[in-house]
């Protein structure tokens, strides 16, 4: 059995982009091929922020810290390949489109994954705007057309069912990563994710018959970076 590795994320927190880098970095010290499985999801603050600007959102969430865990944000960026010389936006997107392309198009979501935060923290774009949406599909070499997927409520209707089942098991904590039974909270550095990727391919090594549970062990650590 393959180990389950998930990756919950707020588009509209770049520490979900650091996270999946560090996961990335831990998946290749530990040898791990599988597949991540992307799960953008809303916490109730990131809801009502949508058109506000940035920088008065970061100040309710760290208050008088903002400053300091943004420059911690970006030199962290920096020492894993993603070069940000500050955070570029200004009025915070709405990310529903962008939910929507990676809940749909799984077969690009990494790649789309790195498009949408890029958009979002280094370039400044709207996110939120379906031409913007329509060309970063298109340099991501997807076949799906804003159009089509604007039409296809089914893909909504599992994004929200989705959205709400990871909101329960990760306790509306992002990012938040899951690895077979362990769910860890926060931007954890790689040697903690490449212990839990070890650990759970032992396991499921020495028990290749065992289901794991839809609820899972959780083992919560404190958030290291932030």
Sequence with gaps: MKNE???VFDFLDPWGWVAERRLQLAMRKAGVTDLITYLPCRTSLSRKAVGNHFGTYQQLRFGSQATIYEKRLIAEASSLGLALDSLNVETIPDPWIAMLVLTKEHRHA?????????????????VGDPHVMAELLQSASSDITMQALSSDSAVADELLKREYAVAHWSHNLTPCIRIGESIVSGAQPPSILERLLMASASSTAAAPSRAVSSAGRCVTRNIVER
Excluded: K
């Design 110 to 126: 990494p790649a789309l994954f790195e498009a949408i935060y890029g958009a979002i923290f280094r370039d400044g774009r709207d």
């Design 5 to 7: 590795i998930s990756l």
